[in-house]
């Protein structure tokens, strides 16, 4: 797909992640055992065909370049096109509305001006899904729009919070583009923005040169102000997206990589979710250990019990040790008679022997990286 470019905001701010993004940002947040955030936006661009993708990077890049390289796992080390590192200039808000802020691309033209593609496809950093895009380019070229916002359809009242929602007509393009959900309203199938559009390459850098002096201006903003000059439309999507703004919102999605549907959407199906490939061993499962509906990476060593949890490489867990509903970042060590239940540990974390941590399902217990408990 030679007329599309893709583009990830990968530098939004991440306050509400606690210890979780002290050190890293949130596009580098592992995930599910194995994945970063980050690889399920540029797995989702090159399963649709784009062979060019700009990451735009926050201030501590660091264990974005450590993961990325030069973008060989995801086929991006290319002599024509590839993957492109430009830096971030402002930070988005992770509970506010600000999603694709102008600034950060007022020093980064040259990606966009270089290129002959038509469209550029843009997407938000925090989420998590497998996404073929192709369907909506086709779409978005049918329509002849100058933007397609892409958008799913709840009757959940949590599902719109801190969303745009959207107004359409039967040709599904927008009429407005609200910030709340206005509860006199009855809910009834809301289409809601998932932070992912096309945009027409030309119009993009216009609102760029057009909005460079305004400090806070946004895309989203800028389509609104524009919506009567530009043609704007909606695609939908049914597939999962799992929206990271808060540690309950990491818990919540990692556990339902236990879900079957979910798991088998993300990781089963004809499109592959691509990351930086390790050579690790296979893990070893000792003479006591009990698992159930887990999920577990390679190179770790079970001696203990463990119940739906998300166990990633390098984990040991000793006799005795309990772990339910938990998520443990790569090698950590679980002592013997250790018992932990709703918890989150960051990487390298050891529990001694017999300790017990125990959070809530709904606020989850977060152990900073190399802590010693």
């Known amino acids: 797909m030679n007329r599309v470019i893709g583009l990830i905001f990968g530098n939004t701010r991440s306050d509400l992640l ?3 993004t002290q050190d890293r940002p949130i596009v580098a947040l592992p995930f ?4 970063r955030l980050l690889d399920f936006a540029l797995s989702s661009f090159i399963n649709s065909g784009i062979r060019t993708v700009g990451l735009i990077t926050p201030q501590n890049y660091r264990p974005v370049l450590d993961h990325t390289g030069a973008g060989k796992d995801w086929y991006l080390d290319r002599k024509s096109g590839g993957l492109f590192i430009l830096p971030g200039v402002i930070h988005g808000l992770s509970g506010g509305h600000s999603r694709f802020l102008m600034q950060n691309m007022t020093s980064n033209l040259e990606f966009l001006e270089k290129d002959s593609a038509e469209n550029v496809v843009i997407t938000y950093c925090n989420q998590v899904y497998n996404i073929d895009y192709q369907e909506a380019l086709y779409f978005h070229e049918l329509k002849k ?7 799913k359809e709840s009757e959940q009242e949590e599902d719109l919070q801190r969303r745009l929602l959207l107004s359409l007509n039967v040709e599904h393009k927008v009429n407005t583009i609200a910030q709340n959900w206005d509860q006199e309203e009855s809910l009834s199938e809301v289409p809601y923005f998932v932070d992912m559009l096309i945009i027409r390459r030309e119009l993009f850098i216009e609102l760029i040169e057009r909005y460079k002096s305004i400090e806070t201006a946004d895309l ?14 909606a695609h ?8 990271i703004n808060s540690i309950e919102d990491y818990f919540r999605c990692n556990m339902d990589l236990l879900k ?30 009990k698992v159930r509906n887990s999920l577990l990476s390679c190179d770790c060593t079970l001696d203990g019990e463990v119940e739906h949890s998300i166990i990633s ?3 040991i867990i000793k006799p005795g040790a309990k772990v339910k509903n938990c998520i443990l970042m790569q090698k950590c060590i679980i002592g013997e008679n250790a018992v932990l239940e709703n918890v989150i540990l960051d990487k390298f974390v050891e529990v001694k022997e017999g300790n017990v941590l125990v959070g809530r399902r709904e606020s989850p217990l977060v152990i900073s990286k190399k802590s010693i408990v």
């Open 18 to 20: 606690q210890g979780l």
């Open 32 to 35: 599910g055992g194995k994945y």
């Open 145 to 151: 729009a100058d933007v397609t916002l892409i958008y």
């Open 220 to 233: 989203i903003d800028a389509i609104r102000e524009n919506i009567d000059q530009i043609e704007v439309y």
């Open 236 to 243: 939908p999507t049914k597939a999962y997206i799992g929206r």
């Open 260 to 289: 079957p549907e979910v798991s088998q959407e993300l990781f089963q199906s004809k499109n592959q979710i691509y990351t930086k490939v390790r050579d690790n061993p296979p893990s070893l499962y000792c003479s006591t250990p």
């Open 313 to 315: 490489r390098g984990v």
